[in-house]
Nanobody, 120 residues
């Protein structure tokens, strides 16, 4: 399984950005997650979605601002990020797991990461 994340970049505070993750073909039972990491800190959960039902979950820090979605026909997972804040600056990773949970260790396959920088 190879994941390819894209869409990162530089955006001003309050702006929006959409990340994409090409997943390739996956099992219907798959769970897709987005995580982020800043230097010196542990990777943290951002959002996840169940492929079959579209059920989602978000970290408290992004709830109401970020939206995770999937397009099964395109084998792609998206993360729409609105009202971005400087503290959202991080490398964002997409991942695939098999259980609906936010632990990093629950995800077996990872993309290479895409940098998001929120700054004026």
């Amino acid at each position: 399984v190879q994941l390819q994340a894209s869409g990162g970049g530089l955006v001003q505070p309050g702006g929006s950005l959409t990340l994409s993750c090409a997943t390739g073909r996956t099992y219907s039972s798959s769970v897709f997650g987005w995580f982020r990491q800043v230097p010196g800190k542990e990777r943290e959960f951002v959002a996840l979605i169940r492929k079959s039902s579209g059920t989602t979950d978000y970290s408290d820090s992004v709830k109401g601002r970020f939206i995770i979605s999937r397009d099964s026909a395109k084998n792609t997972v998206y993360l729409r990020m609105n009202s971005l804040k400087p503290e959202d600056t991080a490398v964002y990773y997409c991942a695939i797991g098999s259980t609906f949970e936010s632990r990093v260790s629950a995800y077996k396959y990872w993309g290479q990461g895409t940098q998001v920088t929120v700054s004026s």
